[in-house]
């Protein structure tokens, strides 16, 4: 019987009490020890929009091992100066060849693979002509029948996302979360000994508006008028996650997990 491989993979991380919850989970919980492999959405991480290199070497500290983004990983442009030594960061995949980074990174047991939808999204290249050219390199590099293929797709439309998950389920991947949304879906199932979900949520203010202040998000929506978003800091914070429970590179298993705590407890934790 093949050892069984668990991964946990957290959602969108937004902001300053994203990226406490996912301290205070996997830190003062000491849950890293439950996982062989550690995967979370950044590309938020920062004030909201985008990742800083602090930010990334504080997440890196909690024990994340790979870091997948989207398109709001360029928001902070100093990522533009770190980004190719970033050596457990990626971005889509399916920018221009000319963007900073990579598309997806070969772990131990794993292959991470990170890309962008089309549906309401910035222009892109096609997401499943670039998975296909994905699995083609990966072919020559490694067996990929030794390897968990896992996929974060970065996308809007939930029909895109199921369909592009099937799609890459032929194509021998072994898993497909959806990330973007920051809301999680109750869909989590296992097709074909792939897991899939299309949405896994997000790490930040559960009072805010998709992790962001209320007030401001609706004056946009009244007005039609451009405002800042502020990262809202209102408790309780809370995690959505998944975790996936492989045998060899089929899925067993996948689970939602949806962690909080408040102010109150953050409160006793200092007496």
């Known amino acids: 019987m093949q050892k069984e491989f668990k991964i946990l993979f957290i959602g969108d991380i937004v902001g300053r009490c994203g990226r406490n919850v996912v301290s205070k989970f996997l830190v003062d919980n000491n849950k890293k ?3 062989d492999f550690i995967i979370a959405n950044v590309e938020n991480a920062s004030h909201g929009f985008g990742l800083t290199k602090k930010n990334y070497d504080e997440l890196k500290n909690c024990g994340i091992q790979c870091m997948t983004s989207g398109n709001h990983i360029w928001d902070k442009k100093d990522v533009l ?4 030594e970033a050596d457990i960061l990626i971005r889509p995949f399916n920018y221009h060849k000319s963007a900073p980074g990579v598309g997806y990174r070969i772990f131990d047991d794993i292959v991470v693979i990170n890309l962008l ?3 309401f999204m910035p222009p892109i290249d096609c ?3 670039a998975l296909e050219k994905i699995i083609e390199e990966l072919k020559n590099k490694i067996n990929i029948s030794e390897k ?3 996929v974060d797709f970065h996308a809007e439309a939930t029909a895109e996302k199921q369909c592009f998950a099937r799609y890459a ?3 021998g991947v072994s898993a497909v979360v959806g990330t973007h949304t920051h809301v999680p879906t109750a869909d989590e199932t296992i097709i074909n000994n792939s897991a899939y979900i299309t949405d896994v949520g997000f790490c930040g203010s559960k009072m805010g508006v998709i992790g962001m202040e ?3 998000s609706l004056k946009r929506l009244l007005t039609s008028i451009n405002e800042r978003f502020d990262v809202e800091m209102v408790y309780p914070y809370i995690l959505n996650a998944c975790e996936i429970v ?3 590179n089929c899925a067993k298993s996948i689970n939602r997990i949806s962690f909080e705590y408040s102010e109150q407890e953050e409160k006793e934790s200092e007496d």
């Open 33 to 35: 020890s439950d996982y």
């Open 81 to 84: 100066s770190y980004f190719d």
């Open 117 to 119: 939808g089309k549906t």
């Open 127 to 129: 997401p499943f002509v």
């Open 148 to 150: 968990i293929i896992f």
């Open 169 to 171: 389920f032929d194509l």
């Open 214 to 216: 209320y007030q401001p």
């Open 246 to 248: 492989f045998s060899g």
